[in-house]
């Protein structure tokens, strides 16, 4: 988990160095990921437990109990969700690092960039090597789904 809020505290600061659109929009597309799939964590079953979307640094079962706990959601507005998690969490990925890259591309801070880039994507790995797979929520978790998937290949 440090290696992922180190990438993070590192990427927010070197784009309020950069770009103050280019961090707002990140931090839109952060939170929009967030209260979608605040959706999805409300129809776990197995809120009380450890949640591995905690350890991503997402706050999605945190509003699931305070926003949506009383609601019930058809499948289709998960699966819905689900789409949507998808596209603004990609979305605020490609805006955080894609940018910090071409943004430093010819700055010496690169190198910096470079090992924040290393340590998210190898929480990512680990994260979908050992966290989904063991999730409890397999049905209803897009990331768990995505984990399945490419455990497959």
Do not use: D
Request: contains cysteine.
């Amino acid at each position: 988990m440090n290696s992922v809020v180190i990438s993070f505290l590192g990427l927010i600061i070197l784009l309020a160095l950069k770009s103050t659109t280019l961090l707002i929009l990140f931090i839109v597309f952060y939170i929009l990921t967030n209260f979608v799939g605040g959706i999805i964590c409300s129809q776990c079953p197995f809120q009380s437990k450890l949640c591995p979307g905690v350890l991503q640094l997402y706050f999605m079962p945190f509003l699931s109990k305070l926003i949506y706990r009383k609601k019930e959601y058809s499948k289709k507005a998960i699966e819905l969700g689900a789409i949507f998690v998808g596209i603004f969490g990609s979305a605020y990925y490609l805006i955080g690092f894609v940018s910090l890259f071409i943004l430093y591309w010819t700055s010496p801070l690169l190198i910096v960039v470079l090992v924040l880039l290393g340590l998210f994507f190898t929480h990512f790995f680990l994260s979908f090597t050992i966290l989904c797979p063991n999730c409890t929520n397999k049905e209803n978790c897009p990331m768990t789904r995505v984990s399945n998937v490419l455990g497959k290949e």
